[in-house]
């Protein structure tokens, strides 16, 4: 479980420049990432083997890349949202560029969804 204790206590700036990159495969989004989450091929394989087949309107690519975020690695602190959350909490945003391409897919993604939930209430 994430520890909410150790969130900063001061604001970190703003993430820019994620939205001028290209939207790619999650394949292609984690590649940047390789040095920092150890096995993050292993999981996006496993991931791409449950949702071959979505049942929402979602691609493969939408589904897999929120069930890379939930997915628990053993140990669990090489878990993808456990190092995703330690880099956004980072001062040194500099850090975040190789997570650009996942970024986008995920704000994409979200963008997506809430363009739907609007359109639902329409």
């Known amino acids: 479980m994430y520890?909410?204790?150790?969130?900063?206590k001061q604001m970190v700036p703003l993430i820019?420049?994620?939205?001028?990159?290209?939207l790619v495969t999650l394949e292609q989004s984690v590649k940047p990432l390789l040095s920092f989450v150890p096995e993050i091929e292993?999981?996006?394989?496993t991931i791409k083997q449950t949702?071959?087949?979505?049942?929402?309107?979602?691609?493969?690519?939408?589904?897999?890349?929120?069930?890379?975020?939930?997915?628990?690695?053993?140990?669990?602190?090489?878990?993808?949202?456990y190092i995703l959350n330690k880099t956004l909490q980072s001062q040194n945003r500099r850090e975040l560029l190789s997570w650009f391409l996942y970024l986008l897919r995920?704000?994409?993604?979200?963008?997506i969804e809430l363009f739907i939930e609007e359109f639902k209430w329409m």
């Open 3 to 8: 520890d909410l204790l150790s969130e900063p």
């Open 16 to 22: 820019k420049g994620y939205e001028q990159q290209p």
């Open 42 to 45: 292993q999981m996006v394989w």
């Open 51 to 81: 949702c071959q087949y979505p049942d929402d309107h979602l691609s493969s690519d939408e589904l897999g890349s929120i069930m890379l975020y939930t997915l628990e690695w053993m140990p669990l602190e090489s878990s993808f949202y």
């Open 106 to 111: 995920n704000f994409h993604q979200l963008h």
